[in-house]
Structures are given as structure tokens and as C-alpha cells.
């Protein structure tokens, strides 16, 4: 046949000179053949989906690798939850909701007198907005700086290969990659009985665009992110309750002796607990919430009545609408993409990162897989040590924490030995009028190892991170004891708990 | 330098410079569970994408390190692709996606009318 002779290379080149109305009739026939759809396809060596903290980490390590990548999100915006709407503008409302809080009620015996203080939530609101924005053009630029191609929209797999993708604007692309990264993220799970609207029944990114303070507030489930965010509308003057199946609050990863550290100093604050406590049913009809309860073994029946409620059980995986079943990926009971050691899903070339995956639903977590994920195809190796990473709670005081806590060690019959020194015996928190809290080392009884380090108390969000090194390097009590830490800093009360835990602190 | 010297000859401190970082020397590419996997297993269906799995040679045994051993070889260690002598290949014993896409119709009436049969 004479058509066949013609090569395809120059039936493109012909339509790419060719006038526009030529063009047009190409477009036609791309929709009508896949032959001309898929020659317009460009192959990148990385595509990523999702441009959460996973994802853009990933894209941005992969152009300083020197791979052709594109990252597609669909929110409009890059930074994920974290950055849009988790981690980061809840760290801006909850720092200036302790500002004004401690200029409320501790600034007398400071020596400072103020007037009248007045909350202007709107103001509130604004400044963490100007914070997000600004990290999150900021991520943009680095994705221009490194060469990452960023393409809004949704995208979806439609082979193992082939991403196609909604345009935010209008229209579909297709892009191919050589590798393929899920990086899509987590949502809200929620609360059966009641639907979201983020109005009145919030998840978390409902609890940080509240347009006025309510008078009273049920966060169902005590863990970091109800904590946190009970907190900001606690010191707002909301009267919150926080109900909690479990017998702590925190979550599991928590030692049990910070955890009821912590909940006697929010109580304190204000906040109110219910723990071992189920919630039954929920009934959001009219303009007050009602919220039945029960003692979690059963027991009597409780009705609490609240303006807003914060469903905050935990958060799932997203992967809706990625077309998973297209290619045939596995997920697990719980919705997670099972991979391997490398992130390799069971098609090699198609890898899963972040909360959508295994491992703690952290950014700092997804950060690091991003990482070693782009490592593992530029490398061949890559690293993330899972016995350490830390876990932060950003509540006044923080709590801190990473490895094994008491009640860990206890179940697996490892003997261990405890040193602490509380923030009351430092002479920077003293200076501060900031003394509540504890800094807590685990050590192996034997070899002086430093199993797991926690933290309750002032900064304890940055002492962390020389938990976390220790731990990295498998390092001793002693070590960290013998190691010099300026004075006055809140950081000697880290390292007289360390020669506490293999001697005596000197200060306590 | 001479107290520290002297205080590690009572103690050997466990944090010690290992010297600059470097992958380690044997890398072994074989799929096992992913260390945060909370069943410390891989589902049968990673071997049996790779038993299945045609176009990547190297997925599919062949491979010193055993099954599903990918990017455990760089490709030219895998040997040369041009056939032998009197050997043939024929596309359509490749992968689907390699093979010659069917023209339509269509696509042959577009091309001899030079687009006029699109309109």
C-alpha cells in the first residue's frame, strides 16, 4: 500500500508545517487513532504523581539528578497537605494562638503590662495564609530552578507506562515516564455518621479556616492532629473536650508517662478529656452537634453538645481516581500500596512514597523516601532508617519523641534502664518561666544504647533532632553525656537526662 | 587532644567516624518486604508480575541474583541485542506496545486525500 510507505516521521513533520487548519484536521485524527495520540507523548524519565512533600522532594531530587521529570498535582498549589493545609498552617495559627495566650494570662509576673487584647481572627487567618503561599511559590521556584516540569491537573494511570492527565485548565495531556512515583498522600478519615462539611463537622483542614471562634468544641480523637488543633481554638476560648477510645492521649507511639505528663498540663489549659470513651452516634442536623458517648467497654450513655465538631480518627491513603485498577496495583486492608525495600510496587517501575505507602504518615518521613526513591534509580541504593524518626506533638509544651517508648520495650521483655531531668532543674527554662516537662532517655541496660528518647517540655520539637542523630548512630547514654552543651540552653537539660540514665545529673 | 585521648582510654565511645559515605559494596535487588510493612511480607503477585513480564529481560530470571533482580546488571552487560547471524526477529513476538499499530481506514483515506477525507 502506498500509505505504508510513507514513513511516520514525515507525516508528523507534515503536519507540524503545515497551516493551522491542517492542524486542526491532526487533532481531529489524534482523537480518532491512538498512533497520532501517543507519537505526541513525551517520555520523562520520572513522572511523579503528587506534589505533596513526597513529591515534590522526589521531583526536585531527581532534576539535580539530572532526570527529565514531571510532577503532576491537581490541588493548583505544591506542598501537599503539609504545606497547604496540615503541618504548616496549623504551626502558624498554633505559635500565634500561644502568643496571644501567654500575653492573656502570663505576662504580670514578666513585669509587662498590657491593655486590652483583642483577637482578629480574620488577621490571624491572613498571616497564615502569607505563610503557606510563601512556601509554597517557593517550592515552585525550586522546581523551575532544578528543571522539573510541573504540570496542574489530575492524573491518572492508563497503562504502566502512561499517565493521562485532566488539565486544572481545561483540556488532557498524556505523559510518559520511564519511572512512575505515587506520590498522592492521605485524606481524613471519616467519622461514620457524620458528614464533613468543614463548617461545623471540620476535618483538620476545616479546623484551620474556622471563620469565627466557637464557643464549644468536640474533637473526636486525641491524637497529635486533634491535640493540636484543640489546642489553637482552646486558647481562642473555645471550650473544647477531646474524646479518646484509647487510655492515652497522643496515640500509641507516646511513653505513657509523657502522655499523662502532657494531658495534666493541657487540662491545666484548659481542655477538657475523655479517654476510653467511644462515640456512638452524632447528630448534626440542627445548629448544636449532639455527640452520644460511651465508656469504650460499654457503660453509661453521655450526650455532648458542641458548635463544631473535629473528626480527627487518623487519616487513610488517596489514591482515588489514579486508575489503579488499570494496572493492576496492590493495596492492602488498610488502602496502602505494598512495596518492596526500593518502594517498587510488584511493577518495578512504578514506585510508592509518603503517607500513601507503609511507615508513619510524617512529611519529614515522605521527605526522606522521596529521596532515597530517586536514589534507587540514579544510585542503585538508597536510605531511610525507620527505628528513627522522630515524631513531634506542637502543642505548649511540645512533646518530642523518636525510637522505643517504656511500654514498647516492657512488651518485648528488653531490659532497659531510665534517666530523666526535668525542665524545673534547668536554668534557661527557669529564666524563661517556662519549667514544665521532662526530658526522658531509654537506654539497654547492658550496653548503655540509646533505645528511644522523649520530651515534654519547651522546644522540645528541636531537641529532638539530637535524639535522633544519637539514635542514628547508635550511640551511648554516655556519649551524649560527655558531649559539651552550651549553658544556659535548654539543651543541657537533654544531656543531663543522658547522665542520668548511665550515672547521676548533676543538677537534680 | 590529650584529655580526650586519655578519657577514651577508659571509655570506647560507641559513635565513632566511619569515614565518607559509600553504598555498599554487593547490592542485592531482589524484592523483600518493605521494613515499615506491618506483615513483613511481599503478596505473591510481585513474583508473579515477573514471571509474567516479557519485556524486561533481566525481571525474569537470567540473573545471578535470582528473581525479580532489576537493575542488579547495566544493559550492556546483558550482552548485545543485534541478532545472530541468519536469526530474524518478528515484531509481533515483542511486547504490544513495540508492535505495528493497525491503520484504520481512516488513517489510509486522511493520508491519499492528503486530510480532504477529514472534512
Not at chain 1, 163 to 175: F, K, Q, R
Not at chain 1, 296 to 318: F, N, Q, S, T
Not at chain 1, 328 to 348: A, C, F, N, S
Not at chain 2, 73 to 85: A, Q, T
Request: proline share 4%; with cysteine; glycine share 12%.
Amino acid at each position: 500500500m502506498l500509505s505504508r510507505a510513507i514513513p511516520r516521521s514525515v507525516l508528523r513533520s507534515t503536519a507540524a508545517s503545515s497551516s493551522s487548519s491542517f492542524r486542526a484536521s491532526n487533532i481531529y485524527l489524534g482523537r480518532q487513532s491512538r498512533r497520532w495520540y501517543a507519537s505526541e507523548a513525551e517520555e520523562k524519565d520520572l513522572v511523579i504523581v503528587g506534589g505533596g512533600v513526597a513529591g515534590y522532594v522526589a521531583a526536585i531530587k531527581a532534576g539535580q539528578s539530572g532526570l527529565k521529570v514531571a510532577c503532576i498535582e491537581k490541588r493548583g498549589t505544591l506542598g501537599g497537605t503539609c504545606l497547604n493545609v496540615g503541618c504548616i498552617p496549623s504551626k502558624s495559627l498554633l505559635n500565634n494562638s500561644h502568643l496571644l495566650h501567654t500575653i492573656q494570662h502570663d505576662t504580670k509576673n514578666r513585669g509587662i503590662e498590657v491593655g486590652d487584647i483583642k483577637l482578629n481572627l480574620d488577621v490571624m487567618m491572613k498571616a497564615k495564609d502569607t505563610s503557606v503561599q510563601g512556601l509554597t511559590k517557593g517550592v515552585e521556584f525550586l522546581f523551575k530552578k532544578n528543571n522539573v516540569e510541573y504540570i496542574k491537573g489530575t492524573g491518572a494511570f492508563k497503562d504502566e507506562h502512561t499517565i493521562a492527565v485532566n488539565l486544572n485548565d481545561g483540556g488532557e495531556t498524556e505523559v510518559k515516564g520511564k519511572n512512575i512515583f505515587i506520590a498522592t498522600g492521605s485524606e481524613s478519615t471519616p467519622f461514620p455518621g457524620l458528614t464533613i462539611n468543614e463548617e461545623n463537622v471540620i476535618t483538620s483542614t476545616g479546623a484551620i479556616a474556622l471563620k469565627k471562634v466557637p464557643k464549644k468544641m468536640v474533637v473526636i480523637g486525641g491524637g497529635i492532629i486533634g491535640l493540636e488543633m484543640g489546642s489553637v481554638w482552646s486558647r481562642l476560648g473555645s471550650e473544647v473536650t477531646v474524646v479518646e477510645f484509647l487510655g492515652q492521649i497522643g496515640g500509641p507511639g507516646m511513653d505513657q508517662e509523657i502522655s499523662k505528663q502532657i494531658q495534666k498540663m493541657l487540662a491545666k489549659q484548659g481542655m477538657k478529656f475523655k479517654l476510653n470513651t467511644k462515640v456512638t452516634k452524632g447528630d448534626a442536623s440542627a445548629e448544636s452537634i449532639k455527640i452520644n458517648v460511651e465508656a469504650a467497654k460499654g457503660g453509661k450513655e453521655e450526650l455532648l453538645d458542641a458548635d463544631v465538631v473535629l473528626v480527627a480518627i487518623g487519616r487513610r491513603p488517596y489514591t482515588a481516581g489514579l486508575g489503579l485498577e488499570n494496572i493492576g496495583l496492590d493495596v492492602d486492608e488498610r488502602g496502602r500500596l505494598v512495596i518492596d525495600q526500593e518502594y517498587r510496587t510488584k511493577i518495578p517501575h512504578i514506585r510508592a512514597i509518603g503517607d500513601v505507602t507503609f511507615g508513619p504518615m510524617l512529611a519529614h518521613k515522605a521527605e526522606e523516601e522521596g529521596v532515597a526513591a530517586v536514589e534507587f534509580i540514579t544510585k542503585n541504593y538508597g536510605h531511610v532508617n525507620y527505628n528513627a524518626i522522630p515524631s513531634v506533638m506542637y502543642t505548649h509544651p511540645e512533646v518530642a519523641w523518636v525510637g522505643q517508648n517504656e511500654q514498647e520495650l516492657k512488651a518485648q521483655g528488653v531490659k532497659y534502664k531510665i534517666g530523666s531531668f526535668p525542665f524545673s532543674a534547668n536554668s534557661r527554662a527557669k529564666t524563661n518561666l517556662d519549667t514544665e516537662g521532662m526530658v526522658k532517655f531509654i537506654t539497654d541496660a547492658e550496653t548503655d544504647r540509646i533505645l528511644g528518647v522523649h520530651i515534654v517540655g519547651p522546644n522540645a520539637g528541636e531537641m529532638i533532632a539530637e535524639g535522633t542523630l544519637a539514635l542514628e548512630y547508635g550511640a551511648s547514654a554516655e556519649d551524649v553525656g560527655r558531649t559539651s552543651h552550651a549553658h544556659p540552653t535548654l539543651s543541657e537539660a537533654f544531656k543531663e537526662a543522658a547522665m542520668a540514665a548511665y550515672g547521676k545529673a548533676i543538677h537534680y | 587532644m590529650r584529655a580526650t585521648l586519655r578519657l577514651l582510654q577508659h571509655r570506647q565511645p560507641m559513635i565513632k567516624f566511619v569515614g565518607k559515605h559509600t553504598p555498599p559494596a554487593k547490592l542485592d535487588h531482589t524484592p523483600v518486604a518493605h521494613p515499615a510493612s506491618p506483615t513483613h511480607t511481599l503478596p505473591n503477585s510481585f513474583a508473579q508480575y515477573r514471571q509474567k513480564a516479557q519485556q524486561h529481560g533481566p525481571l525474569n530470571g537470567g540473573s545471578k541474583l535470582g528473581l525479580g533482580a532489576i537493575g542488579s546488571h547495566s544493559g550492556h552487560s546483558l550482552g548485545s541485542v543485534e541478532p545472530k547471524k541468519g536469526e530474524y526477529f518478528d515484531r509481533d513476538e515483542l511486547p504490544r506496545r513495540f508492535r505495528r499499530t493497525p491503520w484504520t481506514t481512516a488513517e489510509i483515506e486522511a493520508v491519499e486525500s492528503g486530510g480532504a477525507s477529514m472534512f
